[in-house]
């Protein structure tokens, strides 16, 4: 089954490249690689600190046919069941968490496979899940980066177009 899953306590990712569909909030995507958005708590027992990870598993996708400032296509993580590389799957925009380093504003869309899927029902079902995920996401940037927060889908689909427009500018 693919769509949004739960695993315990965590959330199951899957990601993919995509050709965007713009009568609708579907988009066609490759899955390119695994990863684990992971953020750490500190908890203090008794006697001792200790550290609980939380982590979302999944997939790291890019968008073909975009182009974003640091010369890279647009990157994406896809709610759901993971797939294997080179997997083709339609997903559903949700958003896009938008945020800045050295090299400027890095955005990555975020989608599933569930076309009832909204940030207001993930964050319900899953408590906490877009700060896992907003955290993860600088943490895969590296230091010195800075979230700037989540935005709508239809600023998603308004990111996806910027993109294919610098792609065919530079092309």
Known sequence: MRGLV??????????????????????????EKPVTLHWGIKKY????????????????????????????PLAAIILGSPLPAGDRVTIHILGVHEQ??????????????????????????????LGVIEAGLVQLQGSGSRS???????QALQTIQRYRKSYRADG
């Open 6 to 31: 739960a695993l315990g306590t965590l959330l199951v990712l899957v990601s993919g490249c995509a050709t965007l569909n713009l009568g609708g909030r579907g988009v066609n995507v490759v899955v």
């Open 45 to 72: 027992n008794p006697g001792h600190l200790q550290y609980q990870h939380e982590g979302i598993p999944g997939n790291l996708a890019t968008i073909p046919r975009t182009l974003t400032p640091q010369n890279r």
């Open 100 to 129: 800045v380093n050295r090299n400027g504003l890095i955005s990555t869309i975020i989608a599933t496979t569930d076309v009832e899927a909204n940030f207001e029902s993930l964050e319900k079902r899953f408590t906490g899940a």
């Open 148 to 154: 700037l927060g989540f935005r709508s889908e239809k």
